[in-house]
């Protein structure tokens, strides 16, 4: 998949909206934004696929492996111990999985 700039422009918005959410509704801190921009990009990749038709082929793997990858950076960012970074990542990959069926249900404004 080439990266278009609809698909660039669809996971920065939607990093933008969770980091600013967290930086009005909960915490200034550095480590909480980069967990909530880590989180808004995962939502984003999930998303390509409903916004962006070119994004279908190989949007599970995609996103299973967005999951990880993403579940792995908010444990590294939270300093988890072992046992919860491993329950992180395997949320995260199963978030990425199951993304293609939860985001058909999410309405827009």
């Known amino acids: 998949m080439k990266l278009s ?3 660039a422009l669809i996971i920065a918005v939607s990093m933008a909206v969770f980091t600013l959410n967290g930086a009005i509704f909960w915490s ?3 480590r909480f934004l980069m967990t909530s ?3 808004g990009a995962l939502v984003g990749i999930i998303a390509l696929p409903e916004f ?3 994004c279908r082929k190989g949007a599970s793997v995609r996103n299973l ?3 990880i990858l993403s579940g792995a950076g908010i444990a590294v ?3 988890m111990s072992l046992e919860w970074a491993a329950v992180t990542v395997l949320a995260g ?3 990425g999985y199951l993304g293609l069926r939860w985001v058909r ?5």
Do not use: M, N, T
Request: zero cysteines; hydrophobic letters at 50%.
């Open 5 to 7: 700039v609809k698909a």
């Open 28 to 30: 200034g801190s550095f």
């Open 37 to 39: 921009a880590i989180f």
């Open 52 to 54: 962006d038709k070119r």
């Open 65 to 67: 492996v967005a999951g």
């Open 77 to 79: 960012l939270q300093e």
């Open 93 to 95: 990959g199963a978030l």
């Open 105 to 109: 249900h999410l309405q827009l404004p």
